[in-house]
């Protein structure tokens, strides 16, 4: 099996986990779509963090990227991205998977700008470095430190999914990242969280909270949460996360 075949079944491995653990005790069907998926060949080389930024692009324009990993969703209007050889139309609520050190051109259409998120899997060093060159204009939302001692030697998926649970529904059971992920939410919902609770037990009191539209979680190894969508109104959120290779992203509060 290829590069690409191993990463296509881990990542169903993951979607699989993730929304039996939701379904089955909804009875709903909360979908995981995987956006794009990129392979890191190491996570401790150095200190990196994610970085989102949310970047416009006038009309019939194109912005060039050399730089770090990087997965980018389009919020409005639509993009041609060309990186190396390879070429592809991204439409809006589409993603696309930009590899490190690899020249890659954003072009806009001629009739419609585009607005896009930026997630970068960075060096600590380059975190304050442009996204995009001119005419791209960024503004940067958040940057997440990924701790060294919660990452491991080898290869390393950085993907990016959007998240839905349907009105109503109950959200998966407390769990935390193997690796660490950083969730811009779409459509509002709730958020409950256990400071006090490890991956062997929920312990102390937990709290829950609303994030609206356009919310940042940061979502790092050994914070223990669930999500819940409101009774009238879905779910929508924007994960970007890192986790070793073949190593499914969520791991359950035992």
């Known amino acids: 099996m290829g590069r ?67 997965v980018i969703y389009v919020v409005s209007g639509a993009l041609a991205v060309t990186s190396g050889n390879q070429s592809q139309s991204v439409q809006q609520g589409d993603g696309a998977y930009i590899p490190s050190n690899t020249e890659a051109t954003l072009q806009t259409g001629p009739n419609a700008p ?31 430190a990924i701790p060294r001692n919660t ?29 660490a992920a950083l969730y811009y939410v779409l459509a509002e919902g709730m958020i409950t969280m256990w400071p006090a609770a490890t991956i062997d037990a929920l312990s102390g009191e937990s709290r829950t909270e609303l994030r609206p539209a356009g919310a940042i979680q ?18 929508v959120m924007l994960q970007a996360n890192v986790n070793q290779e073949g190593v499914t992203d969520i791991i359950f509060v035992k």
């Not at 949460?225 to 779910?235: F, R, V």
């Open 114 to 144: 585009a607005e896009i998120l930026q997630f970068q899997l960075v060096a600590t060093s380059n975190s304050a470095d442009p996204t995009l060159g001119a005419p791209a204009v960024e503004t940067v939302l958040r940057r997440m």
């Open 151 to 179: 990452l491991k030697p080898g290869p390393y998926e950085f993907s990016l999914a959007r998240a839905t649970l349907p009105a109503g529904a109950t959200g998966p059971k407390p769990h935390t990242r193997s690796g």
């Open 218 to 235: 940061e979502e790092p190894f050994g914070f223990i949460h669930t999500w819940i969508p409101k009774s009238d109104s879905a779910l």
């Open 4 to 70: 690409n075949g191993r990463i296509s079944l881990a990542v169903a491995t993951v979607v699989c986990l993730w929304a039996c653990a939701t379904s089955a005790q909804t009875g709903g069907r909360p979908i995981r779509a995987v956006l794009a998926v990129g392979r890191v060949a190491s996570m401790v080389d150095k200190p990196v963090e994610l970085k989102l930024s949310r970047v416009s692009i006038p009309a019939s324009a194109s912005a060039n990227y050399l730089g770090d990993h990087s």
